[in-house]
């Protein structure tokens, strides 16, 4: 089931993977994409004209927010008609000092992204009825995690940390927002060429450069969104969590059940066993699109 095609809203929309995503909503037929940024009003501006320019007037604008600042973050998501929020927005911490600007990771890569999806689920809420979307389309919240919410990456644990976080958030949250009639999806691409990772970067840190080389160098903005719109936002029976690398390809990453869980399920077999085969054996009802 498509993605409503009404206004994407885009955390860091103004450059990086942010810019790739506004515009190849565009292209496939986005009303309109509201890039909420830090940036400066003339950078933000010039952002929005270059879309204005190629997909007409009223196809772009830019919205100055710290998506740290509650008030800030709700008055961002002021908007109607809402197809798609991707909460892109992140920082990273590439001092020698592993808790140099913590706080402030953790609050961007992971607040920005919790708080962003529960104001994208309020603002889907308006716009369902009792039996869900009336125009039968779906609506897509995607958190933009990394490579290394998947995997421990030594000299950025703080990122690690919270990249981490949401997927872990993304991953509960693709279950419990499907009872709303909403897909949340977590994006998990390698290092990608922007402006926190980019060949200036690279050259300045030679760690950074050969941890790059590891994962098989730099991917393109534009690669990642390929993957990103032909896996998820189209596909309703996307998985929760889209992995990129320029090694293995594109995959969804479906983790082994940790032995903890498989110990649960013992269990309630054990002391459920009619309840068990009654949920194994009956047919399931669908779940909303």
Known sequence: MACHRGVALITGGCGGLGLAF?????????????????????????????????????????VSCDVTDAAQLRAAFD???????????????????????????????????????????????TQRGPNGFADGESRVVVNVGSMAGLIATPSMAVYTATKFGVVGFSRAMHVEARRQGVRVHALCPSFTDTGMVNEDVMAKDPLSKKTVAMFGGLMTPEHVTDALFDKVVDEPNAEAVLRITPLEGVAFD????????????????????????????????KRPD
Do not use: C
Not at 36 to 52: K, Y
Not at 117 to 125: D, K, S, V
Not at 254 to 283: G, M, Y
């Open 22 to 62: 506004a515009k190849r909503w565009l292209e496939v037929g986005g009303k309109r994409v509201r890039l909420v940024d830090m940036v400066s009003a003339s950078a933000g501006a010039a952002a929005a004209g270059t879309f204005e320019a190629a997909y007409g007037r009223g196809s772009a604008e830019f």
């Open 79 to 125: 908007v109607d008609g809402l197809g798609l929020v991707v909460n892109n927005a992140g920082v990273v911490n590439y001092s020698a000092d592993t808790f140099d600007r913590w706080d402030a990771q953790v609050a961007v890569n992971l607040g920005g992204v919790i708080d962003g999806t529960r104001l994208a689920l309020e603002a889907f809420g």
């Open 254 to 285: 479906d983790p082994s059940p940790h032995p903890a869980e498989v110990a649960i399920r013992n269990a309630f077999i054990k002391s459920n066993p009619l309840k068990f085969l009654k949920r194994a054996l009956l047919p399931r009802k």
